[in-house]
């Protein structure tokens, strides 16, 4: 599964633009990504295992909060997609 990473948020990924996990779910994905990048968990993923305000996460082409949140199985998707609010 590729972890696709928007430009606001690689600064906490060394510059990386995505990067490959093998998980079952979101949360192992997150959990893979924010274990190599350890800077970008605490962005993404509130203590209590929420999705942080703001931060929306497309599985394929579907918000995973209609496909069960932060627990979705990955499936057969080839992408985890982070988006991040733009600040104006």
């Known amino acids: 599964m590729n972890v696709i990473i928007p430009e606001?948020?690689?600064c906490h990924?060394?510059?990386?633009a995505d990067i490959w996990v093998t998980a079952r779910t979101v949360a192992d994905a997150?959990?893979?990504?924010?274990?190599e990048f350890p800077d970008i968990g605490p962005v993404l993923v509130s203590e209590e295992g929420a999705l942080r305000h703001g931060v929306v996460?497309?599985?394929g082409?579907?918000?995973?909060r209609f496909r069960?949140?932060?627990?979705?199985?990955?499936?057969d998707a080839r992408s985890l997609q982070i988006i991040v609010p733009m600040l104006v």
Request: aromatic residues 0%; hydrophobic residues 50%.
């Open 68 to 75: 069960g949140g932060i627990t979705a199985p990955l499936g």
């Open 30 to 35: 997150l959990m893979q990504l924010a274990a």
């Open 8 to 10: 606001p948020l690689r």
């Open 57 to 59: 996460v497309c599985l």
């Open 13 to 16: 990924t060394d510059g990386v």
């Open 61 to 64: 082409d579907a918000d995973i």
